[in-house]
């Protein structure tokens, strides 16, 4: 009986101790992974990132032909409506001649469309204000801007400008600088730059008001990160990069920052995976788990 009782109680024993072992095992492996901090990365590229800068442009003609009689006479007839197109020879109104039962024609030389009437029947002609603006066919509308001396070295002929034209609806047009101008304006001392459209817009009229979009500090081709992995001790700029686990603190040089991206100048390079979730809990050393971004 005392051997059977002695049997039993060894067996006991080792399946407390096997139950206890079990526990302790589980118990290490939920210490490990509480060890571990949830992280999110991404890797490390290549990019052109640059900022953008908004300016307010009007719609002009590229090349236009003042009409402008050289003395005030009464306008006698108008020939022609806004946007007409005209060529040649054409009669675009006539003038009462004072003293006198005769007309005088005033004839367009150019081929074109009225782009402006400034003259009403009844009434006498302008001489500061030209009567009528003949648009020169074949030359499109352009977006003119005015521009402060500090933007010039950002700006270039051929640069490309995003425009909206909201009296139109028209969002997202291409368009490249085609001129700048040497010398400021006397009164506004901004620099003029005309945009032309890569498509031209039939219904685009003078004046209308454009939005145009340029890029500036552009930096092609250079190492990028998000900035919201960039952190600062109080001496250097670090971002915490992952290898096998475990997070790396690494300073780096930084560069152009854009916003959501900050160009990086030295410190990572290409294909290194950088912590962009979760680097304010860890330290140099510190053992983390990717659970979003890239594995």
Known sequence: MKKKLTILMI?????LVGISACTDEETGKEDKAKDKVSVE??????????????????ALPSSEMMIMPQEALKVNDIKVNMGSKVKEGDVLFTLEKEDSDKTIDIKTSVEGRVGAINIKEGKYTSSIQPSMV???????????????????????????????????????????IASISSTPGEN??????????????????????????????????????????ILNNGEKDIVFTEE?????????????????????????KSGDKVIIKGQNYIEEGSKVDTVRGEE
């Open 41 to 58: 990365v991404e890797t490390v590229s290549k990019n052109t990132i640059s900022n953008e800068i908004t300016l307010n442009g009007r």
């Open 244 to 268: 096998e686990g475990i997070a790396k603190e690494v300073e780096i040089e930084t560069g152009l920052d854009v916003g959501d991206y900050t160009e990086i100048k030295s410190g990572l």
């Open 134 to 176: 003949i648009v020169v066919e074949g030359n499109p509308m352009t977006i003119s801007l005015n521009v402060s001396e500090n933007l010039l070295g950002e700006l270039f002929i051929g640069k490309e400008g995003v425009i909206d034209i909201s009296a139109l609806e028209e969002e997202g047009l291409k368009g490249k």
């Open 188 to 229: 506004t001392q901004l620099y003029g730059v005309n945009i032309v459209l890569n498509e031209e817009l039939r219904n685009l009229k003078p004046g209308m008001i454009a939005k145009v979009v340029l890029d500036t500090d552009v930096r092609k081709d250079v190492l990028v990160v998000r900035s919201e992995a």
């Open 11 to 15: 067996i006991l024993i080792g399946l």
